[in-house]
């Protein structure tokens, strides 16, 4: 357990179509949701047990009121390495300025496409100029690095691959691309519709030459590669075809207070509940480590292995994106 990503809430500016149900949405009620000395308190205990590096994440976590208060105040956890947050970028160009001061040093924004009509209709709602004009806000500030997230979906954006790679060279962005896959229920995925790891790698090195630097840490999702000319890295996050269950470090935290130990889990484990009756932090910390250690999460496996050999694989009912975050 090294990394953890703590969704802040679960309200969303857009309404992206691989993320947000189709069914009605319960929201979690704002009484239920952490407050900032909540989270303080649990990501303290989560650095105790070995987490280095936090992820902040929503829903939209820059709907979150004064989120750079709760900034701060991670900033004071010894131990803890690296801070970071995973934005939809539409609200980063008013904020990032005191996201900055407050010691956020880096960020991931979601881009998916460079087309305003396709950008209005993956997110329903959102405009391509803002989550551009906050991007460019971020790099003054002084944030580094700035990666960009595209999930790359055959049939509806892998015409813009390479355009979205002249976009990150350019203007010194750090792409990361990511094979489409069904998280949550509102996906619409099906295998065909995934656009893989070696076909992204083909197209980029046939006309950008890259090579191989590896995964972060011996386990970060993306393997890096860098451009032979010297301009950047690129990642790419082969979910489908190269599952990483095995190497995987990351547990995650909801707005709720639950801990979820994968990104395909059916429910969480609570924690918020014994925090509010008065546990204490030996009793929380207990807790963690029994769920910790006690996980078997395989999906990303099984359903790899299902897919090559022709097999049904269980898609059970699994908790929302807009509830996990990334």
């Given at each position: 357990?090294?990394?953890?990503r703590?969704?802040?809430?679960?309200?969303?500016?857009?309404?992206c179509?691989?993320c947000?149900?189709?069914?009605?949405?319960?929201?979690?009620?704002?009484?239920?949701?952490?407050t900032f000395d909540?989270?303080?308190?649990l990501?303290r205990?989560?650095?105790?047990?070995?987490?280095?590096?936090?992820r902040?994440?929503g829903?939209?976590?820059?709907?979150?009121r004064e989120?750079?208060?709760?900034?701060?105040?991670?900033?004071?956890i010894?131990?803890?390495h690296?801070?970071?947050?995973?934005?939809?970028?539409?609200?980063?160009?008013?904020?990032?300025?005191?996201?900055r001061?407050?010691?956020?040093?880096r960020?991931?924004?979601?881009?998916?496409?460079?087309?305003?009509?396709r950008?209005?209709?993956?997110?329903?709602?959102g405009?391509?100029?803002?989550?551009?004009?906050?991007l460019?806000?971020?790099?003054?500030?002084?944030?580094?690095?700035?990666?960009?997230?595209?999930?790359?979906?055959r049939?509806?954006?892998?015409?813009e691959?390479?355009d979205?790679?002249?976009?990150g060279?350019?203007?010194?962005?750090?792409?990361?691309?990511?094979e489409?896959?069904?998280?949550g229920?509102?996906?619409?995925?099906?295998?065909?519709?995934?656009?893989?790891?070696?076909?992204?790698?083909a197209?980029?090195?046939?006309?950008?030459?890259?090579?191989?630097?590896?995964?972060?840490?011996?386990s970060?999702?993306?393997?890096?590669y860098?451009f032979?000319?010297?301009s950047?890295?690129v990642?790419i996050?082969?979910?489908?075809?190269?599952?990483?269950c095995?190497?995987?470090?990351?547990?995650?935290l909801?707005?709720?207070?639950?801990?979820v130990?994968?990104?395909?889990?059916?429910?969480?484990?609570?924690?918020?509940?014994?925090?509010?009756?008065g546990?204490?932090?030996?009793?929380?910390?207990?807790l963690?480590r029994s769920?910790?250690?006690?996980?078997?999460?395989?999906?990303?496996?099984?359903?790899?292995?299902?897919?090559?050999?022709?097999?049904?694989y269980?898609?059970?009912?699994k908790?929302e994106?807009?509830?996990?975050?990334?």
């Amino acid at each position: 357990m090294h990394d953890l990503r703590i969704s802040v809430t679960d309200r969303c500016n857009f309404r992206c179509t691989y993320c947000m149900p189709h069914d009605e949405y319960k929201w979690v009620e704002r009484a239920e949701v952490l407050t900032f000395d909540e989270i303080e308190r649990l990501a303290r205990l989560l650095v105790a047990q070995g987490v280095s590096q936090v992820r902040l994440t929503g829903g939209e976590p820059l709907v979150r009121r004064e989120l750079e208060k709760l900034v701060a105040q991670l900033r004071t956890i010894p131990d803890l390495h690296d801070l970071s947050l995973t934005t939809n970028g539409a609200l980063l160009g008013t904020q990032a300025s005191a996201l900055r001061a407050a010691g956020l040093q880096r960020i991931n924004v979601s881009l998916d496409t460079l087309k305003e009509d396709r950008f209005r209709k993956i997110t329903q709602r959102g405009e391509l100029a803002p989550v551009l004009e906050g991007l460019a806000v971020a790099k003054a500030v002084g944030m580094s690095p700035i990666k960009i997230n595209a999930v790359i979906i055959r049939g509806f954006n892998d015409d813009e691959l390479l355009d979205l790679v002249e976009f990150g060279r350019k203007h010194g962005y750090e792409m990361r691309f990511i094979e489409y896959m069904d998280v949550g229920n509102a996906s619409g995925w099906e295998p065909a519709r995934t656009y893989t790891k070696g076909e992204m790698l083909a197209a980029i090195h046939a006309r950008y030459p890259v090579r191989e630097v590896g995964r972060v840490a011996g386990s970060a999702p993306a393997v890096d590669y860098e451009f032979l000319d010297g301009s950047g890295i690129v990642g790419i996050i082969g979910s489908i075809t190269e599952p990483f269950c095995s190497s995987c470090t990351r547990v995650r935290l909801t707005a709720d207070g639950r801990l979820v130990t994968c990104l395909f889990a059916e429910s969480g484990f609570d924690l918020k509940s014994p925090m509010r009756q008065g546990a204490t932090d030996e009793q929380l910390q207990e807790l963690i480590r029994s769920v910790w250690m006690g996980r078997g999460d395989r999906y990303s496996d099984l359903r790899w292995d299902a897919l090559q050999s022709g097999k049904p694989y269980q898609t059970a009912r699994k908790i929302e994106m807009i509830t996990l975050g990334g």
